[in-house]
């Protein structure tokens, strides 16, 4: 443990009794494959600060959930599991893990806001939560992470301007659907075009124009997608400057996903974390909390997850 870290690594062991089965795509060996990354670099295990997550309360999921939904996936999970839709899988174990997921989130949060730090987070949890919607879930998703995050922030530190980001390659459909009404948080997301979930079209700015969708096709030279994240970062925050960022860092946006068909490579996701942690410090102190959300080929997950942990600490 580094007592002085500039950022943190935060997760629960409860995140691993998700059980979708091992010929789901998100299954527990994406996480596992994450921390054995980090763990085989002992010059950054040893930079960041480690922290055991605490679970989120019902009362903090219903800041951006319906409680009879969270009350609806707890019961599910008590009675040994089911599914919510074709692709999104309850068992025993998930209601935990989905709190112990958000509350590492949150958790970030606070660290975020305390007077000894660190600023910046990496929350290294599933399941995945950015397509989860206010009553139900979808698309691998139980909650919504990132969008509880920035009612917590609000509520709990009193944040006033939030920008939420989201580099994976499908839209983050629950993220905005959990933030958009709230004028003072903004969210920015590029994604692949057409894809799952459908939604996401540059059009749609929300009711109070602060959306920044940037849908793409796939197959394009990295740089173009690095270039349009950015880009559309520095749009969303012109005039205007955000007390906290929130990053849903998918990293199925990377090239051989089995789920998605952008081309980004692993000095592309150093790029954009550095870029969005000198933003951040120029905006906020630093204030960065960045959530695990897509990638499915576990060892390439791995790979992403540490470069992106170690721009985290270095930037």
């Known amino acids: 443990m ?3 870290a500039r950022v943190a690594l935060v997760s629960h062991a409860d995140c691993g009794r998700h059980d979708t089965g091992w010929q789901h795509p998100e299954h527990t060996g994406r996480l596992r494959a994450v921390l054995r990354a980090v763990g085989r670099n002992p010059a950054l295990f040893e930079r960041v600060r480690h922290v055991e997550a605490r679970h989120a309360t019902p009362d903090e999921l219903a800041l951006a959930h319906d409680p009879a939904y969270v009350a609806r996936v707890q019961a599910l999970a008590e009675q040994g599991g089911g599914a919510l839709d ?7 174990g998930s209601y935990d893990a989905a709190t112990a997921g958000c509350g590492a989130v949150l958790d970030g949060v606070d ?7 660190p600023r910046r987070t990496f929350a290294a949890v599933r399941p995945p939560g950015h397509h989860a919607l206010r009553a139900s879930g979808m698309g691998f998703c139980l909650f919504g992470s990132v969008g509880v995050a920035a009612h917590y922030a609000r509520a709990r530190h009193g944040a006033r301007r939030v920008l939420v980001l989201d580099w994976d390659v499908h839209h983050g459909n629950g993220t905005q659907a959990l933030v958009q ?3 003072d948080v903004r969210f920015v997301s590029t ?4 894809w799952y979930p459908g939604t996401g079209a540059a059009e749609d700015r929300g009711p109070h124009r602060s959306v920044w969708n940037v849908p793409m096709p796939g197959g394009l030279p990295a740089a173009r997608y690095a270039d349009a994240f950015l ?3 520095d749009d969303a925050t012109r005039g205007w400057t955000p007390d906290l960022v929130l990053l849903s860092a998918g990293f199925d946006c990377l090239a051989g996903d089995p789920l998605g068909g952008f081309t980004l490579e692993l000095d592309d996701v150093d790029r954009m974390t550095r870029a969005v942690a000198a933003r951040a410090d120029a905006w906020c102190g630093g204030r960065l909390v960045s959530a695990l959300e897509g990638g499915y080929a576990p060892d390439r997950l ?14």
């Open 302 to 315: 791995g790979e992403a997850a540490a470069v992106h942990l170690r721009a985290l600490a270095e930037a």
């Open 181 to 183: 009404h709230e004028p």
């Open 2 to 4: 580094a007592p002085n």
């Open 231 to 233: 880009r559309a970062v």
């Open 111 to 117: 660290l975020a806001y305390s007077a000894d730090g």
């Open 191 to 194: 994604h692949q075009w057409p």
């Open 86 to 92: 074709a692709d999104t899988v309850v068992s025993e």
